[in-house]
Structure formats: C-alpha cells, structure tokens
C-alpha cells in the first residue's frame, strides 16, 4: 500500500512558477513509476507527467512540454513538478500517482495509487 500526499500549490499570476511535491509513504517507492495528472472545473482529469522508476527518462503532455519538469528524489520518497511560464489554461486540481507495472504510462486507468490533490489557480 503506498499513500500519496501533494503539496506546494496556490495562487499564482500568468507567467508565474510553482513547484508541487509529493511525498510517498509505504515501501518500494523507487520501483514506481509516478505520474501527474489534472483536473480543471467540468472536463475529465488528463495526463501532465511521468517519469520512470528505472532511469528517470520522462514524458510530457504536449500542453506542458517546455515549462514543466517532473523529478523524484528516491531518497526523500518524494516527486516534484517543476512550472514553470504558467498560464491560465493550467487551472487545475493536480494529483500525483503512482504506478507498479515495469513501463511508464500516461492512462490514468495504470496507476495504482493517488493523492488527494493539490488546487493550482494561475490568474491572467
């Protein structure tokens, strides 16, 4: 069982940055490979980030690609996502979650476990 605890998000203007964490309790963090995915108000949750749990390689959703970084610290049990040039359309409920299998995904119906979420508003 792994437990998934976000933080770091808020209110910030167009252009901003914010760097959320999530920090992971339970074993064998660093065999997982972790994701973000968000929510806006009224559409489904879609894929942000992931990275792999065997050599860090990474993939974004085009919308982000360029200003966001995904990163772990498997010493700290902890995932980050870096945001940088945030614009409006990035408003969101952010959740991390993490995944058992052996490749990275970006369907959020492969990942196993999800924090509660996080809320980002970026004002114009």
């Known amino acids: 069982q792994v437990q998934l605890v976000e933080s770091g998000g808020g209110l910030v203007q167009a252009g901003g940055s914010l760097r959320l964490s999530c920090t992971a309790s339970?074993?064998?963090?660093?065999?997982?490979?972790m994701g973000w995915f968000r929510q806006a108000p009224g559409k489904e949750r879609e894929f942000v980030a992931t990275i792999s749990w065997s050599d860090d390689s990474t993939d974004y959703a085009d919308s982000v690609k360029g200003r966001f970084t995904i990163s772990r610290d498997n010493a700290k049990n902890t995932v980050y996502l870096q945001m940088n040039s945030l614009k409006p359309e990035d408003t969101a409920v952010y959740y991390c979650?993490?995944?058992?299998?052996?490749?990275?995904?970006?369907?959020?119906?492969?990942?196993?476990?999800w924090g509660q979420g996080t809320q980002v508003t970026v004002s114009s």
């Open positions: 339970g074993r064998s963090f660093s065999r997982y490979v």
């Open positions: 979650a993490a995944d058992s299998s052996m490749f990275k995904s970006t369907q959020a119906g492969r990942y196993d476990y």
